[in-house]
C-alpha cells in the first residue's frame, strides 16, 4: 500500500487522463486551487518619515495555494476534500509558462501595492494624483475625429475649457451641440509639445442630441504627486492583485491613531482602486478557509464574492462590500475608529 501511494504521488493526474480519456477536468492537465494563509499586514508595511500607531487588531490579507503539477494522489485528495477545486490549466495561467505567471502575479502585486499607498493618503486627505488631461487608445474611423486627433495624445482644452478629468470633458461638451465646429488643444503624451486642431463634433451613437468627438478606450492622464513621506509593503514572494484592500486599510490603521478595527482579527480580500472601489478575486471559497483558521473573525469580500466565501466560512461571518467606505463602515460596526481619519500633525 505504501509503494501504491508513492507512485500516485509522483504521477500526474493528466496521465491518467491519457489513459482513461473522457474524465472531464483530468483530460484539461488541472490546477488545484487549495486554501491558503491568512496573513497579517500591519508586520509587512513600513513607514519612513512619520509617526506610526501600531494597532491591537489586525487586518490580514488572504491567499490562495495553487498546484499546476497535480498528482493522482492529489486529485484523489481534492476529490474528498469540498474546499479544493480542480480548473483547467488555461483558465488560471491562460498561454503562459508558469514563470511567466508567476511574473505577472508579481508585477500585478505591485501595482495593487501602490495603488493601496495612494488610495489610503487620498483617504486622509492628501493630493497624490494630479489629473492633467483626457487620453484615448482609439480614434473612431468613422468618426468625427478621424485623420484629426491621434493615439498617443491627451485632451487638455476643448472650446477654452481646460480639461483635466471626466467631469470637466463633460462640462466642456455640455456647452456644445452635434454641429458645433469646436478647437480641441491636444499634448502629446511623451515630448508635452501642444498642437490646436478643429473638428465639427458628431452626434453620440447612443443619444443624437449628445455631442461626440468619436474617441475610444478614455481614460484621465494621472500622475502622482510627491508623497508627504514613504510607505512600502513587503509581499516577499506573493503574487496577485487581491490584497489591495487589506493593504489600504492597514496603512489607514498604522497612520491614525486608534484601532481601525476595534480591536479584532479581522481577514480582507478585495483589489481597491483609485476611486476606492472594491473588485472581484478568485478563490473566495479557498481564502475563507484559510481565514477561518487563522482567527479571523469577519471576513470581508467584494460584494460578488460573498456566496463563494461562504462555502469555506464555517461559522466566521462574511460581508461584502464595493467600496473603500463600505469596509470602513464593516469596521466600524465592529467598533473601530472610522471617521474623521487624517494625518496628525508631523
Known amino acids: 500500500m505504501g509503494l501504491l501511494l ?27 486551487l487549495k486554501p491558503g494563509r491568512a496573513r497579517e499586514v500591519d508586520r509587512r508595511v513600513a513607514v519612513d518619515g512619520s509617526t506610526v500607531f501600531p494597532p491591537t487588531g489586525q487586518i490580514l490579507f488572504t491567499t ?9 494522489l492529489e486529485w484523489l485528495d481534492a476529490e474528498r476534500d469540498p474546499h479544493q477545486t480542480l480548473v483547467p490549466h488555461d483558465a488560471v495561467f491562460s498561454t503562459r509558462s508558469t514563470s511567466e505567471n508567476r511574473q505577472r ?14 488610495v489610503a493618503f487620498q483617504h486622509l486627505g492628501v493630493d497624490v494624483i494630479d489629473e492633467s488631461g483626457i487620453n484615448f487608445a482609439e480614434v473612431l474611423p468613422d468618426g468625427p475625429s478621424a485623420g484629426i486627433l491621434r493615439v498617443g495624445e491627451v485632451i487638455v482644452d476643448i472650446g477654452g475649457t ?3 478629468d471626466f467631469q470637466s470633458l463633460q462640462t466642456a461638451l455640455d456647452q456644445h451641440s452635434p454641429g458645433d465646429r469646436v478647437e480641441i488643444t491636444l499634448e502629446d503624451n511623451d515630448t ?15 443619444d443624437p442630441t449628445r455631442p461626440f468627438i468619436g474617441i475610444g478606450n478614455v481614460g484621465v492622464r494621472a500622475v502622482q504627486t510627491d508623497l508627504p513621506f514613504d510607505v512600502s509593503i513587503d509581499s516577499g514572494e506573493i503574487g496577485g492583485p487581491s490584497a489591495g484592500l487589506a493593504f489600504t486599510l492597514s496603512i489607514l490603521d498604522l497612520l491614525t491613531p486608534g484601532e481601525l478595527t476595534g480591536g479584532h482579527r479581522v481577514a480582507v480580500t478585495g483589489t481597491i482602486a483609485l476611486d476606492e472601489s472594491v473588485g472581484d478575486v478568485g478563490g473566495a471559497e479557498q481564502k475563507a478557509v484559510g481565514a477561518r483558521k487563522s482567527g479571523a473573525e469577519v471576513f470581508i469580500v467584494p460584494v460578488n464574492e460573498v456566496a463563494d466565501a461562504e462555502k469555506g466560512a464555517g461559522d466566521m461571518p462574511v460581508v461584502g462590500v464595493s467600496t473603500l467606505s463600505e469596509a470602513l463602515d464593516v469596521l466600524a460596526g465592529l467598533g473601530g475608529q472610522t471617521t474623521g481619519l487624517a494625518l496628525p500633525a508631523q
Open 6 to 32: 508513492a507512485v500516485l504521488s509522483i504521477v500526474p493526474v493528466s496521465v491518467l487522463g491519457n489513459v482513461v480519456p473522457g474524465t472531464a477536468i483530468i483530460d484539461k492537465n488541472p490546477v488545484a
Open 64 to 72: 490562495v495555494a495553487i498546484d499546476d503539477q497535480v498528482s493522482v
Open 105 to 118: 502575479n508579481l508585477q500585478m502585486m505591485q501595482v495593487s501595492k501602490e495603488t493601496a499607498v495612494l
Open 162 to 164: 481646460p480639461i483635466t
Open 192 to 206: 508635452l509639445e501642444q498642437r490646436k486642431v478643429f473638428i465639427t463634433l458628431g452626434e453620440h451613437p447612443d
